[in-house]
């Protein structure tokens, strides 16, 4: 018996009542390093383009979704955190925060914008001079949870999603994160000369 022939340029199986051509691009953004397969259109669908929402029931795909998606980009896999920030001034001061989930890409964004901004803007009062250190720790030790997670990718079901942010230049790259780091070295020294001229 003659094994079936697959006339589809992506080898996977297909269901032989399948229109012959299937070559249907994903609906959205094309994305690198995308898989085609297990979520393109279903085949009734392929002459006009799968609508933006159309999941597919649970248990019909082969890529399960596990855990949730990116709050900014849609984009998986993504890890629940939250950011911190701290702005210190004389009389008021706020503290800042941004909560997840957050892609690997989304949250070294905002990691790197709010820690660098409280390194240049957080230390000026008697109390933000304390939260802004603990504030600083407190995103490096959470900064691991999205670094190490894969490169965003689409989510599996089809949902709608954007492009990841940029994360920009490490935090040391940044001259406003490096000049903030020095604040408190330089306020200590001055109080120290200060003192010693007295
Ligand atoms: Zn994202």
């Known amino acids: 018996m003659q094994p079936p022939s697959n006339p589809s340029p992506y080898g996977y199986g297909e269901a032989p009542h399948q229109a012959p051509y299937s070559g249907q691009p994903y609906a959205g953004q094309p994305y690198a390093g995308q898989q085609p397969g297990p979520y393109g259109p279903p085949p009734h669908q392929a002459q006009y383009g799968a609508p933006p929402a159309?999941?597919?029931?649970?248990?019909?795909?082969q890529i399960p979704v596990h855990g949730p998606q990116c709050r900014f980009c849609g984009c998986v896999p993504a890890v629940e955190t939250t950011f911190r920030g701290h702005r210190g001034m004389i009389l008021v001061m706020s503290?800042?925060?941004?909560?997840?989930?957050f892609c690997r890409d989304c949250g070294l964004a905002v990691f790197r914008d709010m820690t660098a901004k409280t390194l240049i803007g957080g230390w000026w009062g008697y109390i933000s001079f304390?939260?802004?250190?603990?504030t600083v720790l407190i995103n490096l030790t959470r900064r691991g949870k999205v670094a190490s997670l894969a490169p965003p990718m689409p989510p599996p079901d089809g949902t709608p999603h954007r492009r990841?942010?940029?994360?920009?230049?490490?935090?040391?790259?940044?001259?406003?994160?490096?000049?903030?780091?020095?604040?408190?070295?330089?306020?200590?020294?001055?109080?120290?000369?200060?003192?010693?001229?007295?």
């Not at 159309?54 to 795909?61: D, L, R, S, T």
């Not at 304390?130 to 603990?134: N, V």
């Open 54 to 61: 159309q999941p597919m029931p649970y248990g019909a795909q």
């Open 95 to 101: 503290f800042l925060h941004t909560k997840g989930p």
């Open 130 to 134: 304390i939260a802004t250190p603990i």
């Open 164 to 198: 990841p942010a940029d994360p920009g230049p490490p935090l040391m790259s940044r001259p406003i994160a490096v000049i903030g780091a020095l604040i408190p070295v330089l306020l200590i020294a001055l109080i120290i000369l200060i003192n010693l001229a007295a």
